[in-house]
T-cell receptor
């Protein structure tokens, strides 16, 4: 069974640009969550999508947005990039919503975004 | 004060030693506790999950939760160089029909051969 895939793996952008990251969950998984990981802040939850609807959202500005398609694939968009957006962006999928507690999240390898 | 505190390390121990990794938290309403392992250039992978106070064992790993002290631990017995990674604790707080997931900063563990 293929794992969670994320594209691209590495990305370099300049301030003010926008970027779209893609995540393909494990086949059959309906929940996709996005995280930002930086050395200073650690892992921070961005948002969760389930059945094409955003179900949960972290404390990030509106420049960060996402969507989920009918095949559960998800995209994350960051507009008007800032230097502080440089981070590893991780996507995780699970069979159902993580709120069940016992559900396992499987992470992708991440997209390393560098903003110059 | 962060909701979840975790010493970033690095923690360096010799092969075969027992490793103890810890997190403390401030919100007594956290209900689920997890430990993840993250190798360099990889995403985190779930190691242990628990929801009650006490110990849970899985092979060389034991997760311990003390809700009265708001403290969780992960013990690794007979540590191996392949255990060298960053270990993250995470906690879930259920709120109505939604949840809040809070992560520790991660502890970098180095097992010396």
């Amino acid at each position: 069974k293929a794992g969670v895939t994320q594209t691209p793996r590495y990305l370099i952008k300049t301030r003010g640009q926008q970027v779209t990251l893609s995540c393909s969950p494990i086949s059959g998984h309906r929940s996709v969550s996005w995280y930002q990981q930086t050395p200073g802040q650690g892992l921070q939850f961005l948002f969760e999508y389930f059945s094409e609807t955003q179900r949960n959202k972290g404390n990030f500005p509106g420049r960060f947005s996402g969507r989920q398609f009918s095949n559960s694939r998800s995209e994350m968009n960051v507009s008007t990039l800032e230097l502080g957006d440089s981070a590893l962006y991780l996507c995780a999928s699970s069979l159902v919503r993580l709120a069940g507690g016992s559900d396992t999240q499987y992470f992708g390898p991440g997209t390393r975004l560098t903003v110059l | 004060q962060k909701e979840v505190e975790q010493d970033p390390g690095p923690l360096s121990v010799p092969e075969g030693a027992i490793v103890s990794l810890n997190c403390t938290y401030s919100n007594s309403a956290f209900q689920y506790f997890m430990w993840y392992r993250q190798y360099s250039r990889k995403g985190p992978e779930l190691l242990m999950y628990t929801y009650s106070s006490g110990n849970k064992e899985d092979g060389r790993f034991t997760a311990q939760v003390d809700k009265s002290s708001k403290y969780i631990s992960l013990f690794i017995r007979d540590s191996q160089p392949s255990d060298s990674a960053t270990y993250l604790c995470a906690m879930i707080l259920l709120m109505d029909s939604n949840y809040q997931l809070i992560w520790g900063a991660g502890t970098k563990l180095i097992i010396k051969p």
